[in-house]
């Protein structure tokens, strides 16, 4: 008995790609189905149903693909996603994107194998996540950890970074040495690091890179 071929809806506005995508899944199992260039016809395509899998493209030239995911994810008899996006993506795009629903997602410059794994699983009724997202997202994070420290826990750090001391940084700051300490500790467990160090170079990478 022939293995079933899980059928994938390709959401994506860009002809080449879409055609690249239609002979790489096909020659890897997949039955394949080509979406609509225009946003409400594609989203016609995802709540109509009668796929294993739908793969959307975020950042499309005739709509949000953000928006057509969640539309497709919550509605009525819709096919699974994935969401396929390129590193050019700002942070905040992979972040709401994340923030979806989305049941796979998938970076452009990955591995063909990668999508391919993406899809399998997500028609098979899994999750997955590229392994190469997981730093991006986890760098956010790192970054709004770094909005939750007070200024003066900020310039400890800094001046920690900077190879002083405590009683130097007291002497600097002009407080005593147990409120440095005191500010240490509550910086290194805002930001979740192990150790003061760890804490210290996280705010000298930020300032860095804003140099």
């Not at 008995?1 to 690249?20: F, K, S, T, Y």
């Not at 994810?73 to 993506?89: F, K, N, Q, R």
Request: charged letters at 25%; hydrophobic letters at 45%.
């Amino acid at each position: 008995m022939e293995a079933h071929q899980p059928e994938v809806l390709i959401v994506d506005d860009h002809l080449a790609v879409r055609r690249g995508l239609e002979l790489l899944l096909r020659d890897a199992g997949f039955a394949v189905a080509v979406g609509a260039d225009e946003t409400a016809r594609a989203r016609a395509q995802l709540l109509n149903g009668g796929h294993d899998v739908a793969l959307i493209e975020i950042r499309r030239r005739f709509g949000d693909g953000v928006r057509l995911a969640r539309d497709a994810i919550h509605g009525e008899g819709a096919a699974p996603v994935v969401l396929c996006t390129g590193y050019s993506e700002p942070r905040a795009l992979l972040i709401a994107a994340s923030k979806v629903g989305a049941q796979g997602f998938v970076l452009t410059s990955s591995p063909v194998q990668t999508l391919v794994d993406a899809l399998r699983a997500v028609a098979g009724g899994g999750r997955y996540l590229d392994p190469e997202v997981t730093p991006l997202l986890a760098g956010d994070a790192g970054a709004r950890r770094l909005t939750l420290l007070s200024p003066r826990e900020r310039e400890v750090l800094l001046l920690l970074a900077d190879g002083y001391q405590g009683p130097e940084i007291a002497g600097r700051l002009f407080l005593s040495l147990e409120t440095v300490r005191t500010h240490i500790r509550n910086a290194v467990t805002k930001l979740g690091a192990r150790t003061r160090v760890q804490a210290a170079a996280m705010v000298a990478r930020e300032r860095d890179a804003q140099l």
